[in-house]
């Protein structure tokens, strides 16, 4: 039973298109969050969310968008998708005591 | 100055090689420090997690922090070929907010 699950695992679409990327969470974990992976594997946090507060990164453009429907999951909605998207997007998702995050496998996003 | 330095590699040992990872920081109010590793294709995989100054071992992994240096190491003992992946280190402030990641060091172990 996969703790952390993504979907889609790939998704290729053109530029200036809108997409989602859907994140589930069965850990029971109170907060979750979005990460981009470049090329070069460098993992940079997009948002945080729980049920109290969004933090959002403020390098992220605000074509990038959460939404959370329930505290199991948390929704990646991108607009008007530029080549510089393209990249690996996480999903991750951590409880109030710490035992390390989890992390989905990925959603690999390119922008043809 | 990035919060969270760590060299990219790649670094390529022997089989049965002891291998040092290293990672080190400049915002004192980290706490919590982890080390992930990452096949390629695939998602961060918790090795180890850590909270504030020490050691810590886990079979042939032992991790260690010293904050007064804001340092921090992963070492594998008798490295084997599946260890071959990239390791990642993380640190947060406090449970609940998001991870800072190192870049990443590439690790190859060949048989």
């Known amino acids: 039973d996969t703790a952390v699950s993504q979907t889609p695992k790939y998704l290729v679409t053109q530029m200036g298109n809108d997409k989602s990327i859907k994140c589930e969470q069965n850990?029971?974990?109170?907060?979750m969050y979005w990460y981009k992976q470049d090329s070069k594997k460098f993992l940079k946090i997009m948002f945080s969310y729980n049920n109290k507060e969004l933090i959002i990164n403020e390098t992220v453009p605000n074509r990038f968008s959460p939404k959370s429907p329930d505290k199991a999951h948390l929704n990646l909605h991108i607009n008007s998708l530029e080549l510089g998207d393209s990249a690996v997007y996480f999903c991750?998702?951590?409880?109030?005591?710490?035992?390390?995050?989890?992390f989905g496998s990925g959603t690999r996003l390119t922008v043809v | 100055q990035k919060e969270v330095e760590q060299d990219p590699g790649p670094l390529s040992v022997p089989e049965g090689a002891i291998v040092s990872l290293n990672c080190t920081y400049s915002n004192s109010a980290f706490q919590y420090f982890m080390w992930y590793r990452q096949y390629s294709r695939k998602g961060p995989e918790l090795l180890m997690y850590?909270?504030?100054?020490g050691n810590k071992e886990d079979g042939r992994f032992t991790a260690q922090v010293d904050k007064s240096s804001k340092y921090i190491s992963l070492f594998i003992r008798d490295s084997q070929p599946s260890d071959s992946a990239t390791y990642l280190c993380a640190m947060t402030p406090r449970a609940g907010t998001a991870l800072i990641f190192g870049k990443g060091t590439t690790l190859s172990v060949s048989s």
């Open positions: 991750a998702s951590s409880g109030a005591a710490f035992y390390g995050y989890t």
């Open positions: 850590t909270y504030s100054s």
């Open positions: 850990l029971g974990h109170d907060t």
